[in-house]
């Protein structure tokens, strides 16, 4: 997730530090790349690039760069692989006005076409650029500054913050839509951040800009404007007492439930991003003549492929063989040839597993794309092209925000197979936050009374047969209890001699295939097992289950998708009732680069 900062003062100093430490602080976001920029007197030194924020201000002496206001920015790549020329900041055509962005200008590609038509100098395809020629478009048209940012404003759609200075000029300008922004008030200073932790250190001091207001910063106040009618809106000072960690996992007690929370967010942001996205329609034609297809991953990403195999079947009437990327070595590569066409989904695009399926693949000429979280990474360089997931930094080890991202794409993917209409999904992030909201205080008594069980079981069928075995996974990675995912119908044919008094069975209805579920409970039930049913109100299922945690309404799809936030719910609860971190779990590592 890209982070910018912007600082002004009152007169020429050295702002390399303060812009070098505001960097590191926002590097918990994720990055690829960063960038600064100082104005002063007319000038704009700009220096940037590819690589970690100490690499880089040594690189180019940031730590020397002095002016009257800066900006710095972290990019993580969305629009455009990470290189010198899409790293941030960006200037304008003639070099006399410089900003910098965090978040998706889903219309980045239109506009770019648009701005080099109107004799703009576009260098790079970056959506970051895009913002600053469009002030620059109604600069050029003779309008003020205020009124052309909120006619860009109108222009750019997406959500994202932005800080733009002009050289000739002592003030910094930034405005926002869906994504997070904060102003700090200092002694002598003002700044502007995505968020709180970049500028604590700085000061306490802060105003929360709302989306659709302009912020003008001065050295020594800040003015808060309506992009509707450029009025002055009076947004009151706050003092923020809260601890930095506090600030940083922003108010959750640990970043796996800042990141459960982040989900409808993502979601959102992943849909303006598939809707803009021209490579979409490539991959589905591309999938629509293939001979078979093929979705490839290992761990939750895998688990993730499962549900799309299943969505692919369901909506699209196409077979999907979803493959852990290991046995994709032995069992299919020698089949496949240029007819075929895989998918490789991946967080991190670094898991070795995956990346020596790819190379099998590869060299058997079959067509790779990617499903990556982190642009830039080897995944994302080595396939056909990738689709991004959106998700921003995922620090917690237990993937949560980029597997509900993933379900999406793919359940994006198999509506376009189908010819549906993707509007249809808009929905999810509603219902993500109203599944949150249903589900948590009951998840947290379950889970206090299941919690000294060390064995359990977790079961769905069709779509939640996947949702099952992630949330067994889930379960198994922070609780270090054994938790086993099974085709629900599969129970009976062994697992069911373990079951015993109070022994607790998951079972997760999408709604398609309630008698079943039933059969399953009923036949764990007499036998003395607790079960926990996850799916909408059906009274059947409420008869019959000792615990219902309810779903909102939703397409059977959707249904199994939001059922797997109860279970990463109830592992998160149970492994801090257990003592432990759900963050950095023993002996596991966000990103497995070895056999
Ligand atoms: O980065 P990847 O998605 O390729 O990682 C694959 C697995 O290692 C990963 O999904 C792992 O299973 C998760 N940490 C589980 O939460």
């Given at each position: 997730m890209c982070g910018i900062f912007g600082y002004v003062t009152n007169k020429e100093e050295a702002l390399g530090p303060i812009l070098i430490e505001a960097a590191e602080r926002l590097t918990y976001r994720g990055y690829d790349s960063v960038g600064a920029a100082t104005l002063n007197n007319g000038n704009i030194d700009l220096r940037k690039d590819v690589g970690k924020v100490d690499a880089v201000a040594a690189k180019y002496n940031i730590a020397e760069m002095r002016g009257q206001r800066g900006i710095t920015q972290l990019r993580w790549a969305t629009?455009?692989?990470?290189s010198q020329v899409n790293s941030q900041p960006h200037i304008d055509s003639d070099g006399d006005m410089v900003g910098a962005h965090n978040?998706?200008?889903?219309?980045n590609v239109e506009l770019r076409e648009q701005f080099i038509a109107e004799g703009m100098t576009v260098r790079s395809q970056n959506d970051g650029e895009t913002c600053v020629h469009a002030v620059e478009r109604y600069i050029n048209r003779g309008y003020e500054f205020i009124d052309a940012i909120r006619l860009a404003y109108g222009d750019l759609e997406g959500d994202y913050a932005f800080v733009i200075g002009r050289a000739n000029d002592d003030k910094l300008y930034a405005f926002k839509k869906g994504s997070g922004m904060v102003v700090g008030l200092g002694e002598g200073f003002t700044c502007v951040s995505s968020d709180l932790p970049s500028i604590l250190p700085l000061t306490r001091e802060v105003i929360r800009p709302q989306d659709g207001e302009i912020v003008t910063l001065w050295a020594d106040k800040v003015e808060v404007r309506s992009v509707k009618d450029g009025k002055l809106i009076d947004r009151k000072q706050e003092t923020v007492t809260e601890s930095m960690d506090a600030v940083q996992k922003g108010g959750y007690p640990h970043f796996m439930l800042k990141e459960i929370h982040e989900q409808s967010q993502v979601a959102r942001e992943l849909s303006h991003v598939l809707n803009g996205n021209k490579e979409v329609d490539v991959l589905v034609e591309k999938m629509k003549q293939a001979r078979h297809l093929y979705f490839i991953g290992c761990g939750t990403s895998y688990h993730a492929a499962s549900v799309g195999a299943v969505y692919f079947a369901q909506l699209a009437g196409r077979a999907v063989i979803p493959v852990l990327a290991p046995q994709f070595v032995p069992q299919y590569a020698p089949t496949v040839n240029h007819e075929d066409v895989g998918i490789f989904v991946s967080q991190s695009g670094e898991t070795k597993d995956v990346l020596n399926a790819l190379e099998a693949a590869e060299a058997r000429g079959m067509a790779c794309f990617g499903l990556a979280n982190v642009v830039g990474s080897t995944l994302t360089k080595a396939t056909s092209f990738s689709l991004p997931l959106c998700c921003g930094y995922e620090i917690s080890v237990p993937a949560t925000k980029t597997f509900t991202n993933q379900v999406v794409t793919f359940l994006y993917l198999a509506y376009k197979m189908a010819g549906l209409d993707t509007r249809e999904l808009d929905i999810i992030p509603d219902l993500m936050n109203k599944t949150l909201e249903m589900v948590a205080p009951q998840v947290e008594a379950i889970a206090k009374d299941i919690n000294d069980w060390n064995d359990m079981y977790c079961l769905g069928y069709g779509a939640t047969y996947p949702i099952a075995l992630e949330g067994a996974l889930k379960l198994k990675e922070i609780t270090y209890a054994h938790c086993e995912g099974m085709?629900?119908?599969?129970?009976?044919?062994?697992?069911?001699?373990?079951?015993?008094?109070?022994f607790p069975i998951i079972f997760v209805s999408d709604g398609s295939a309630v008698p079943l579920i039933i059969s399953g409970i009923n036949e764990v039930k007499v036998r003395g097992a607790r079960t926990i049913v996850i799916g909408e109100e059906d009274a059947r299922l409420r008869a019959n289950g000792d615990d219902l945690i309810v779903l909102p309404k939703s397409d059977p799809q959707i249904a199994a998708l939001l059922g797997v936030l109860p279970l990463q719910l109830l592992s998160y609860h149970m492994s801090v009732m257990r003592g432990f971190d759900p963050d950095f779990p023993r002996n596991l590592s966000k990103t497995l680069t070895v056999d």
């Open positions: 629009f455009g692989e990470p978040g998706n200008v889903v219309n085709l629900s119908t599969e129970f009976k044919h062994g697992p069911l001699s373990a079951v015993s008094k109070g």
